[in-house]
């Protein structure tokens, strides 16, 4: 009997160790350009507090990763230890490979990970691959060459900006992007810059002239789709998009010499031209080098000026624009934003994210690259053995400045990676804010900070060193601000029209309730993003949206 008893009591002890040792698995794909919003809710949904939890993503940039495993416990709802594996897409792909069960590559629960996260990580992946449970599309179901069969449970979480962005070497009058003009350049490949400029100086035939280029994304990208939707191309036309064959030089110094027709994906039956990149990265990383003389090797023209123009989500608009998270063309040295039908819905200084050298015991700092340009003396800056609290003093030459306190380690290979923050002093209830600097500030554009509430944007410049916000702080104190290039109203109010509804998509089939098993997960990230998060990739769609569109690209109508 007590034999029994024992063997009875280990037999519960065995299942329940298990059960607590159990874990919940979610596999998400789809959208890059909302996946700055999802990495960080996933993360701010999650705990790592036990040994061998935390997240890893590859490369260099968390918000900009194409692979990443979160592994930790959620405890609102309970579902306890879990493990949530990430592969962004695009919103086309992620939406196909839910609707039909594709098996694609997820990393290995082997891959490392720390609680305040490890980036570079190795691309190993679990064998064998599988298929996702959730995606993030910039899309409507609809829209896709996968609209019906299943039908996916849709949940609309946010709105997502798009911008149309020239490279940086474009002629100076090539400022805005017509419907007309996007269809005759995507679709044949290039125009003269004349068309855009209205001066016969840039004309291609002229020895100054330049041939502006079309480049972007390939057919299963969510931002692709919508472009095409928006500007009237049709969203499953087919393209002429262009990509280099052949560089020079690194840094500020990086140049194309020579450019082709984007190669096939014969895997997927996709043909030269009609082509692109699968992330939003990479083409962002085009528009930042040289092109002051490029040879087509389609045409055999060159070598001669050329410029691109392409369409990108928030993110990677902005590291286009900024440098943000890449070395190409030197920090802020890069693409400009593009006016559409004559609106901007972007502009001004946003936060930097550079690549810098760091000395133990020395306030001197150097970049990887040459772009101390747009760095602000009185700016915070964080980084691995940068010390909480330290601030741009001053700004040497093109690629070192002096930091207010002296570095607490020598960065390795490849330098560190140091985020810049606007510093701030706020007062409760009150909308005046004293700053370092309002250098590059523009009134309309998003900020979020210290004291700041969500939704806030730069109401009014004061002078050199205060601006006001559009809703009251909620505190007294010294703080930091993250200035964005979004400027929302236009969105908002209906000017500005290229953009498109983010959505959760999953099946009905998806395992538990909504606080339970992987539904319950799904529902808590999605959950997240729509209240929280949204602010690291879009606007919500919330009252203060005063316009709604029923289908992509479709006509804008007031909800009043």
Same mark, same amino acid.
């Given at each position: ?374 760095? %602000?003396? +009185?700016?915070? $800056?964080? !980084?691995?053995?940068? #010390?909480?609290? &330290? *601030?741009?003093?001053? =700004? /040497? @030459? ?43 500030? %523009?009134? +309309?554009?998003? $900020?979020? !900070?210290?004291?700041? #509430?969500?939704? &806030? *944007?730069?109401?009014? =410049? /004061? @002078? ?58 799904? *529902? ?37």
């Amino acid at each position: 009997m007590k034999l029994f008893k024992i063997l009875t009591l280990s037999a519960v002890a065995l299942v329940s160790a298990t059960t607590l040792n159990a874990q919940t698995y979610l596999r998400i794909t789809g959208s890059t350009a909302f996946r700055g919003a999802t990495m960080n809710a996933i993360k701010n949904s999650m705990t790592f507090s036990n040994a061998g939890e935390g997240y890893g993503y590859t490369g260099s940039s968390f918000t900009g990763a194409s692979f990443a495993i979160f592994k930790g416990t959620m405890s609102s709802p309970a579902i306890g230890s879990v493990i949530v594996k990430v592969n962004w897409s695009g919103s086309v792909a992620g939406t196909r490979d839910v609707v039909q069960g594709n098996a694609i590559s997820f990393l290995d629960d082997t891959t490392t990970v720390s609680p305040g996260g490890t980036g570079g990580v190795s691309s190993t992946f679990e064998s064998p691959a599988v298929a996702p449970d959730m995606s993030m599309s910039d899309t409507y179901q609809a829209s896709t060459k996968f609209p019906s069969t299943p039908a996916l449970v849709d949940n609309i979480v946010g709105v997502v900006p798009f911008a149309f962005v020239v490279s940086k070497t474009a002629p100076a009058g090539l400022t805005n992007l017509t419907p007309q003009l996007a269809r005759g350049l995507f679709k044949v490949g290039f125009l003269s810059a004349a068309l855009f400029t209205n001066n016969n100086a840039d004309a291609s035939d002229q020895v100054a002239g330049t041939v502006v280029y079309a480049c972007g994304r390939d057919p299963f990208s969510g931002t692709r789709l919508t472009a095409l939707a928006e500007t009237g191309i049709g969203v499953n036309t087919s393209l002429a998009q262009y990509d280099k064959t052949a560089t020079s030089g690194s840094g500020n110094s990086s140049a194309i010499t020579n450019i082709n027709v984007f190669p096939a994906d014969t895997v997927n039956g996709v043909a030269a031209g009609n082509n692109g990149y699968s992330s939003g990265g990479s083409l962002s990383d085009l528009l930042r080098y040289g092109t002051a003389s490029v040879t087509d090797d389609n045409s055999g023209l060159g070598p001669m000026k050329i410029s691109f123009v392409t369409y990108l989500g928030e993110n990677d608009a902005s590291r286009a624009v900024n440098g943000n998270g890449t070395s190409v063309g030197g920090g802020p040295n890069g693409a400009r934003y593009l006016t559409y039908n004559g609106t901007s819905a972007f502009g001004g200084r946003a936060n930097l994210v550079l690549a810098v050298n760091t000395t133990i015991s020395s306030t001197t700092v150097t970049t990887v690259a040459a772009d101390t340009v747009n760095l %602000v003396v +009185g700016d915070t $800056i964080t !980084g691995t053995g940068i #010390p909480a609290g &330290t *601030t741009i003093s001053s =700004i /040497t @030459d093109s690629s070192t400045f002096v930091i207010s306190a002296a570095a607490t380690a020598t960065s390795g290979a490849g330098g560190i990676s140091a985020t810049c923050f606007l510093t701030t002093s706020t007062t409760i209830s009150s909308t005046a804010v004293t700053c370092n600097s309002t250098t590059g500030m %523009v009134v +309309g554009q998003s $900020i979020k !900070g210290t004291n700041i #509430p969500v939704d &806030t *944007t730069v109401a009014g =410049i /004061t @002078d050199g060193t205060h601006f006001t916000l559009s809703n009251n702080a909620t505190a007294t104190s010294a703080g930091t601000a993250t200035l964005t290039n979004l400027i929302p109203l236009p969105i908002r109010n209906g000017a500005y029209t290229f953009w498109g509804y983010e959505h959760t998509f999953w099946k009905t089939t998806l395992p538990g309730t909504s606080t339970t098993d992987k539904l319950g997960m799904a *529902t808590k990230f999605k959950d997240q993003v729509k209240t929280t998060d949204y602010f690291n990739s879009g606007l919500a769609d919330d009252t203060a949206m005063r316009v709604k569109r029923t289908t992509d690209g479709g006509t804008v109508l007031p909800k009043y």
